[in-house]
């Protein structure tokens, strides 16, 4: 049982960039897609733990220990939109398709086990954390990087954020509070912030 910070991520309009496009053009635009997901998660020292077809789920702070995984997770999703920017820009250009990520990022308890007992292990989060970072990716428009309360509240004098309002979201009793993340502010030590 770990606090950690969980993020989803996926190609927005995948289905209808898939039907316009061949498959292998589709498969090349996300393997680049990929590769640039994989080098920001692998640059702030979280683990992608599965691969989406048109996203990922990535965890910070498991299985490496970290105590600032929830600002490691919104640099990385920063540092994904900015590094995709080319690709997106190469895809409207080329293919006259819009090519935007959207993310989910949520912060909390999670188990975290291996499934499997053979050479197919997996490593992987499960509780209401995971369940909640997936529901905030689908209601994150295209572009958008969507966090809970709880993880705008362990950062907010490092980022800046939008606050969107509340959500009544599938599986959860109460509304729930969701903030759109617009930039890190730069320069700020912990002292500054705590200050």
Same mark, same amino acid.
């Given at each position: 049982?770990? &606090? !950690?910070?969980?993020?989803?991520?996926?190609?927005? *309009?995948?289905?209808?960039?898939?039907?316009?496009?061949?498959?292998?053009?589709?498969?090349?635009?996300?393997d680049?897609?990929?590769? &640039?997901?994989?080098?920001? !998660?692998?640059?702030?020292?979280?683990?992608?733990?599965?691969?989406? =077809?048109?996203?990922?789920?990535?965890?910070?702070?498991?299985?490496?220990?970290?105590?600032?995984?929830?600002?490691?997770?919104?640099?990385?999703? #920063?540092?994904?939109?900015?590094a995709?920017?080319?690709?997106?820009?190469?895809?409207?250009?080329?293919?006259?398709?819009?090519?935007?990520?959207?993310? =989910?990022?949520?912060? *909390?308890?999670?188990?975290?086990?291996?499934? =499997?007992?053979?050479?197919?292990?997996?490593?992987?989060?499960?509780?209401?954390?995971?369940?909640?970072?997936?529901?905030?990716? *689908?209601?994150?428009?295209?572009?958008?990087?969507? !966090?809970?309360?709880?993880?705008?509240h #362990?950062?907010? =004098?490092?980022? !800046?954020?939008?606050?969107?309002?509340?959500?009544? #979201?599938?599986?959860?009793?109460?509304?729930?509070?969701?903030?759109?993340?617009?930039?890190e502010?730069? *320069?700020?030590?912990?002292?500054?912030?705590?200050?």
């Open positions: 049982r770990k &606090v !950690v910070s969980v993020m989803f991520a996926d190609v927005s *309009g995948f289905t209808a960039m898939s039907e316009r496009l061949d498959p292998e053009e589709v498969h090349a635009i996300m680049r897609a990929f590769e &640039v997901i994989l080098n920001e !998660v692998h640059r702030y020292e979280g683990t992608i733990n599965q691969f989406l =077809g048109d996203g990922v789920m990535a965890l910070f702070g498991a299985p490496v220990a970290h105590e600032d995984h929830a600002h490691r997770a919104l640099s990385a999703a #920063l540092s994904i939109q900015a995709l920017k080319p690709l997106a820009e190469e895809v409207h250009r080329v293919h006259a398709v819009e090519f935007r990520m959207r993310m =989910g990022i949520n912060t *909390g308890f999670v188990v975290i086990g291996a499934i =499997g007992k053979d050479l197919r292990m997996d490593y992987t989060a499960v509780g209401d954390t995971t369940n909640l970072a997936a529901r905030l990716l *689908g209601i994150a428009a295209p572009g958008q990087i969507v !966090v809970s309360r709880r993880t705008q #362990l950062r907010s =004098g490092f980022f !800046v954020f939008e606050d969107l309002g509340e959500f009544q #979201l599938k599986g959860k009793a109460d509304a729930v509070r969701a903030y759109a993340l617009i930039r502010i730069s *320069g700020r030590t912990r002292l500054e912030v705590s200050r």
